[in-house]
């Protein structure tokens, strides 16, 4: 099973940038995706995550109106389209897969796989 997350880089705010998450070795008809990030200092928060089967999305008010969850099916890859960057979205974004999907998809506690994570740096 892995989880590798890519896309992460230097933007300046108002910018955009996507990440990438891959999956591979589990099928992932029952699964949800998560996207986690953690600033220095800062513990692990929710941005965003995917219930894979049905296509719901959901997103921490921070970053509703700004960031978008996608996926290519066929790669078993799910992206994050992240606009209007905020000197605040700097941190390591990590991605996450659940098994089975859980309602309780905004904690970090409920997911099983988690990838290396990426550094996204927001510059004024």
């Known amino acids: 099973v892995q989880v590798v997350e890519s896309g992460g880089g230097l933007v300046q705010a108002g910018g955009s940038l996507r990440l990438s998450c891959a999956v591979s070795?589990?099928?992932?008809?029952?699964?949800?995706l998560g996207w986690f990030r953690q600033a220095p200092g800062k513990e692990r928060e929710f941005v965003a995550a995917?219930?894979?089967?049905?296509?719901?999305?959901y997103y921490a008010e921070s970053v509703k109106g700004r960031f978008t969850i996608s996926t290519d099916n066929a790669k078993n890859t799910m992206y994050l389209q992240m606009s209007s960057l905020k000197l605040e979205d700097t941190a390591v974004y990590y991605c996450?897969?659940?098994?089975?999907?859980?309602?309780?998809?905004?904690?970090?506690?409920?997911?099983?796989?988690w990838g290396q994570g990426t550094q996204v740096t927001v510059s004024s």
């Open positions: 995917l219930r894979w089967d049905a296509g719901n999305t």
């Open positions: 070795g589990f099928t992932l008809s029952n699964y949800g």
């Open positions: 996450a897969a659940d098994r089975y999907f859980s309602n309780n998809y905004y904690s970090p506690l409920i997911y099983d796989y």
